[in-house]
């Protein structure tokens, strides 16, 4: 059992439309982060998020974290075929564990 | 500035033979992570560093060493590699230590497998 799961596994879009993707998990955590990975490379810090019910915005992407820290959500509006990657989320359980999730793999088809 | 290079891209090895991955890293952090990536498993920390000369273990050690003889560097040896260490690995480093307000560099990652 991961501690972190995430929502759905994979997912395919054509360019324009909106998706929303999840990252749950059964522990508190102190606040989660989101990684974006494109073929080849390593993850890229996209956004932290630290407090119960902030939301944050970059450019078309919206992350939200859950009141009571145990979820969050990664928006994004009109998606377009750069958006494509692994999606990551990760976070620490204040101080016991630091752990990824498995990812959202999202293709955007032009 | 480079941030994080990992060497080799790519390996193959057989059943039993060692090799050694080589990260480095010109961002002055003192941390440093070495994580394996599985299909649907996600990043698992295999071994981490807080600092020249410092080494601890990860969630999945077994198998694997990790030196740091200098802050730049960090290295990770498999002494007898079996097919079960086929994945991706990838180096990272932070200013600050392993939390999730803390940002994580990684380098493009080592791909290997062991026949």
């Known amino acids: 059992t991961q501690l972190l799961e995430q929502s759905p596994q994979f997912l395919s879009i054509q360019e324009g439309e909106n998706l929303t993707v999840y990252c749950n998990s059964s522990?508190?955590?102190?606040?989660l982060q989101w990684y974006r990975q494109e073929p080849g490379e390593g993850p890229v810090l996209l956004v932290t998020?630290?407090?119960?019910?902030e939301v944050k915005k970059l450019k078309r992407l919206t992350f939200q974290f859950g009141d009571a820290r145990k979820d969050s959500s990664l928006h994004i509006t009109a998606a377009q075929p750069g958006d494509t990657g692994l999606y990551l989320c990760?976070?620490?359980?204040?101080?016991?564990?630091?752990?990824f999730g498995p990812g959202t793999r999202l293709s955007v088809l032009p | 500035n480079a941030g994080v290079t990992q060497t080799p891209k790519f390996r193959v090895l057989k059943t039993g033979q060692s090799m050694t991955l080589l990260c480095a890293q010109d961002?002055?952090?003192?941390?440093m992570y070495w994580y394996r990536q599985d299909p649907g498993m996600g990043l698992r920390l295999i071994h981490y560093?807080?600092?020249?000369?410092?080494?601890a273990k990860g969630e999945v050690p077994d198998g694997y060493n990790v030196s740091r003889l200098k802050k730049q560097n960090f290295l990770l040896g498999l002494e007898s590699a079996a097919p079960s260490q086929t994945s991706v690995y990838f180096c990272?480093?932070?200013?600050?230590?392993?939390?999730?307000?803390?940002?994580?560099?990684f380098g493009p990652g080592t791909r290997l497998t062991v026949l």
């Open positions: 522990s508190v955590f102190s606040s």
């Open positions: 961002m002055n952090h003192e941390y």
């Open positions: 990272a480093s932070s200013y600050l230590g392993l939390a999730s307000y803390n940002e994580q560099f």
């Open positions: 990760a976070g620490d359980n204040y101080g016991q564990n630091f752990v």
């Open positions: 560093s807080v600092g020249e000369g410092t080494t």
């Open positions: 998020v630290v407090t119960g019910g």
